[in-house]
């Protein structure tokens, strides 16, 4: 069974970093895009930070300069590299992969919690 897990959610100040990584396992024959989202309390879940197969790189307007995103293809893993954090980058953060299994389809990691104080 194919399955993402987060880490590397936490509580830091204000200008802080943290590390977070997707990990994927399970019988995958490949991964295809994956991406970052996040929630905070009372929003809307919204897109962080991506990557294509090949390296191809997007990020939110919101993130860009701080967040790195890099993948990892032999470990099956994803990092999100998030510097000079703001207490407006708290919430839920989550990894959603495109792979295929035995079949294609779309996963999404349990989450981790990345909360910002002022």
Known sequence: QVQLAESGGGLV???????LS??????IIS??????Y??????ERELVAGVTSSGSL???D??????TNSRDNAKNTVYLQMN???PEDTGVYYCNAE????????????GTQVTVAA
């Not at 100040?13 to 590390?19: A, E, F, I, R, Y």
């Open 31 to 36: 991964i295809n895009a994956i991406r970052w």
């Open 58 to 60: 997007n990020y939110a």
């Open 22 to 27: 997707c990990a994927a396992s399970g019988p």
């Open 84 to 86: 000079s954090l703001k």
């Open 62 to 67: 919101s993130v860009k300069g701080r967040f």
């Open 99 to 110: 792979i295929t299994a035995s079949y294609s389809s779309s996963y999404w990691g349990q």
């Open 13 to 19: 100040q204000s200008g802080g970093s943290l590390q």
């Open 38 to 43: 996040r929630q905070a309390p009372g929003k």
